[in-house]
């Protein structure tokens, strides 16, 4: 729970030692609802009392350090993607926020395009080329794969367009397919309204 300004200055401390701390799935908006609170608290206090003096100093560091905590975790988030990327292989980090794991997708597509383009030859780009294609109907059960990837069977509701999953294959997804994805990506599309988890019955 983000309770006081303090609460807010520790993550950030923590994010400054370049560790991607765990924080509650919905950290930032508990810390926006303090700051107006106090922001409203403070509205309410004679001009330059003790009070309205403490109050601003405390307004002034958590906003402060939320901002820059907000900054050192994409900081991190990126230096991640850059990292996997260029290795080829997407990490699965739980301690990223919705947010932030899907700025690690992004940035990890595209430096892996980009160094496709630039620096890959041409049988790396053919030897890759199989990765694209999602079976509308699947057949694999929910479970475990091999790389202790966890999967979830779900239907799409609405089109897709292409985005790499947690176990660095390319999905492209229309509406009423029906496909076996990594959990992670799967619980976002739940999250979004864009997919549906189908229970299957052993």
């Known amino acids: 729970m983000v309770e006081s300004p303090s609460d807010i200055v520790e993550a ?6 370049g560790v991607l701390g765990e924080l509650e799935r919905d950290f930032y908006e508990q810390a926006r609802k303090l700051i107006e609170n106090l922001e409203d608290t403070f509205s309410t206090l004679e001009a330059n009392s003790r009070e309205a003096i403490r109050l601003s100093d405390q307004l002034r560091t958590a906003k402060k350090s939320l901002s820059n905590l907000f900054r050192n975790r994409m900081l991190i ?10 290795q080829g292989r997407m990490g699965d980090y739980s301690n990223m926020l919705e947010i932030e794991r899907e700025t690690y997708e992004r940035v990890y597509e595209a430096i892996r395009k980009a160094k496709e ?27 475990v794969s091999t790389n202790n990837i966890k999967y979830v069977v779900v239907r799409v509701l609405r089109d897709i367009p292409t985005f790499l999953g947690g176990d660095g294959l390319s999905y492209t997804l229309k509406a009423e397919d029906v496909a076996t994805l ?7 599309l739940m999250k979004k309204g864009i997919a549906m988890q189908i229970e299957l019955k052993g």
């Open 77 to 86: 988030v990126c230096k991640l993607a850059v990292k996997d990327a260029t």
């Open 182 to 188: 990594p959990r992670s990506n799967a619980e976002v």
């Open 12 to 17: 950030m401390r923590v994010s400054k030692t």
């Open 117 to 143: 383009s630039s620096i890959e030859f041409k049988k790396d780009a053919e030897d890759k080329g199989g990765e694209k294609k999602v079976v509308k109907k699947s057949k694999v059960v929910e479970g």
